[in-house]
């Protein structure tokens, strides 16, 4: 098995691995500690996500690319799933794709299933726990009312599953590689082939048309303070009066 | 602003399309509840509502489905699809979007809703908006989508003008599941798709039910007791577990305790995790992100404990009480359990028909 690619979703904050695609960057890192295989870590966005990638690399990554283009701006999750795919394509090679379940900021959970529906590749979402058995995936995979296990063929994309792992520090040896430099590649859209037609805030099928501060509804907020023995005996009667609890 | 090449004439997609989730053969909550929001949204535009229920040996569950408002069911029944996959799903609803162009296709934000919509999205090549909590129709009858902005702090209207059908996720409990009408009749349609082994690309192994021995979960409960970053430690739960067993009901949680590793992501309630709308919440320790108020603000009664008099959550407390938790929630378990020993009080949810 060689290489995997890591897939990094959009970072909120410059200098923060989003937490989900921490996960499952530690996830690509412990295959490559058990089976010696390659990971490279994808991301799309601005130079400023640099640290990120270098981040990544010091945790035990073997090198980075980053999809950075100005027209790439505005992306929906359209777009994005087809710019990652072609880039995971140009980087070749590839027998796993990981993504975090979800960004913390969109939450969508849509880039990762999209990138395999545009690479027509197996998909296993919110895995938990990956092996690899006679050459194929085995994925514990997290439903609402149970547990799965899933077997598919590489290559194939798995997300992973939010908090199922603690994401390793970065290790002093990490840190020298990525001080060697070079292990960071930037990419445009031109580099990869990817048509902007087909990218940026003007090809997305939606749009944002306007946004509302949220009004919340009003509610009647008695608010007790005081001694708390006071306080429960009179939120425990308006509870019984107003008839939600008692019988 | 012009937004997306336009893939097809809009003018030629028609209907509203509710994507039936199942498992053991039955339906699942999310898509008894989508049913309702989709017959209001048919008759808005003045078209029909249809359910996809892609599945093996589905018929009776196809028309138990119409008793929630659909006009018809496109069934899909093949032995390959009889549990959700991926592949297949995806293919049958491809199949079935390209031949009949629905204006409209909703999906509950599930874990196989995601799983299909983010898969689909990306092969049709249309707009997908995510956890959707209010749909409205605008002036040119394109559908509008509203779901928690990326702060949280506001609601985003999500406009798909020039691509068909426009998708959308609801999470479980943003809508209220219509009144089932046994009577209702409609029409199953028995639909065939292009399916071959290739598309089975990926086996479920083994399935494991959890166990209800784990208590109650939130999203069933009448009563939800949430804790926050207030609670400080995993071991301070147990105190809101006594709580929630006094009252019948039970533990949730904030983003916040959640992140700090307390307590596991399946009790998360907020914008990144369940909505719940139980008859009384009570939020201990929780200031109130408006990603937190995302999931619980349908709550019929709410109840805040905070330290904090400035806690935002207080804002939307029906009752508040300010003062340490740590002393405030003992206090609640002692009073409930002498009020439970006088013999003439079972502190449990007020069941809705005596309401």
Redesign the interface.
């Given at each position: 098995m060689d290489p995997v690619t890591q897939t990094l979703k959009r970072v909120g904050v410059p200098s923060e691995i989003n937490p989900p695609d921490a996960n499952a960057l530690e996830m690509a890192l412990q295959l490559k500690d058990r089976l010696g295989t390659e990971v490279v870590v994808l991301s799309m966005g601005p130079t400023s996500f640099d640290e990120s990638l270098e981040r990544a690399v010091a945790m035990g990554a073997d090198r980075s690319v980053l999809l950075t283009d100005r027209i790439l701006g505005g992306s929906d999750t359209v777009p994005t799933a087809y710019a990652l795919s072609e880039t995971i394509q140009k980087i070749g090679g590839y027998d796993l794709l990981l993504c975090g379940e979800e960004t913390t900021d969109a939450s969508t959970g849509h880039v990762g299933p999209g990138i395999a529906g545009h690479l027509d590749v197996p998909q296993i979402t919110y895995a938990s726990e990956i092996r690899i058995v006679d050459g194929k995936v085995r994925a514990r995979r997290t439903a609402e009312d149970g547990t799965e296990w899933w077997e598919t063929t590489m290559p194939c994309l798995c997300t992973v599953n939010f908090g199922c792992n603690r994401p390793r520090e970065p290790t002093l040896t990490g840190k020298i590689r990525v001080k060697r430099g070079g292990l960071v590649t930037h990419w445009s859209c031109a580099d990869v082939g990817i048509d902007p037609k087909k990218v940026g805030l003007f090809n997305s099928p939606t749009i944002v048309a306007k946004v509302d501060t949220v009004r919340l509804p009003s509610r009647s907020g008695q608010i007790f303070s005081g001694e708390p023995e006071e306080s429960v005996r009179k939120l425990l009667a308006s509870l019984v009066a107003d008839r939600v609890i008692g019988a | 602003?012009?937004?997306?090449?336009p893939v097809e004439d809009k003018s030629h997609f028609h209907g509203v399309w509710v994507f039936l989730e199942h498992?053991k053969l039955g339906l699942r909550d999310v898509s008894a509840q989508l049913i309702g929001e989709g017959r209001r949204l048919a008759d808005l535009r003045g078209t029909t509502l249809t359910g996809v229920l892609p599945g093996h040996g589905v018929d009776d569950l196809a028309r138990h489905a119409i008793g929630y408002g659909l006009d018809r069911v496109i069934v899909v029944d093949d032995p390959i699809l009889e549990t959700y996959a991926?592949?297949p799903y995806?293919q049958v609803m491809a199949q079935l979007i390209r031949r009949h162009k629905p204006e409209i296709v909703l999906y509950g934000a599930?874990?196989?809703g995601?799983?299909?919509?983010?898969?689909?999205?990306?092969?049709l090549?249309?707009?997908?908006?995510?956890?959707c909590v209010k749909f409205d129709v605008?002036a040119e009858g394109n559908l509008?989508?509203i779901r928690?902005?990326?702060?949280g702090?506001?609601?985003?209207?999500?406009?798909?003008?020039?691509?068909r059908p426009q998708m959308a996720s609801v999470r479980r409990n943003v809508f209220v599941a219509p009144p089932h009408d046994p009577t209702r009749t409609g029409e199953v349609v028995r639909e065939t798709v292009t399916l071959t082994p290739a598309d089975v690309?990926?086996?479920?192994?083994?399935?494991?039910?959890?166990t209800k021995e784990g208590g109650l979960q939130p999203e069933q409960a009448d009563?939800v007791v949430s804790g926050g970053y207030g609670l400080g430690d995993s071991k301070n739960f147990a105190m809101l577990q006594e709580l929630a067993d006094l009252?019948g009901g039970a533990v949730a949680a904030s983003r916040k305790a959640?992140?700090s590793?307390w307590v596991p992501?399946m009790i998360q309630v907020g914008?990144?995790g369940m909505t719940v709308r139980p008859?009384?919440y009570i939020a201990v320790g929780i200031s109130g992100a408006?990603q937190h108020?995302a999931g619980m603000?349908e709550s019929?009664?709410?109840?805040v404990i905070n330290l904090d008099?400035k806690a935002p959550l207080?804002?939307?407390?029906?009752?508040?009480?300010?003062?340490?938790l740590f002393?405030?929630v003992p206090?609640?378990i002692r009073?409930?359990r002498a009020?439970r020993a006088t013999g003439a009080?079972?502190?449990?949810?007020?069941?809705a028909a005596?309401?």
């Open positions: - | 602003m012009t937004d997306g090449h498992r991926s592949r995806s599930s874990k196989n995601r799983d299909l919509g983010g898969r689909l999205h990306a092969i090549e249309t707009g997908l908006a995510a956890d605008d509008d989508m928690p902005s990326f702060g702090k506001s609601l985003a209207h999500i406009l798909c003008k020039k691509h690309d990926a086996a479920l192994l083994e399935f494991e039910e959890f009563i009252l959640v992140d590793g992501k914008q990144t008859k009384l408006v108020l603000q019929d009664k709410i109840v008099p207080f804002e939307i407390a029906d009752y508040g009480i300010v003062g340490d002393e405030v206090e609640m009073q409930l009020l009080f079972v502190p449990q949810a007020v069941p005596a309401r």
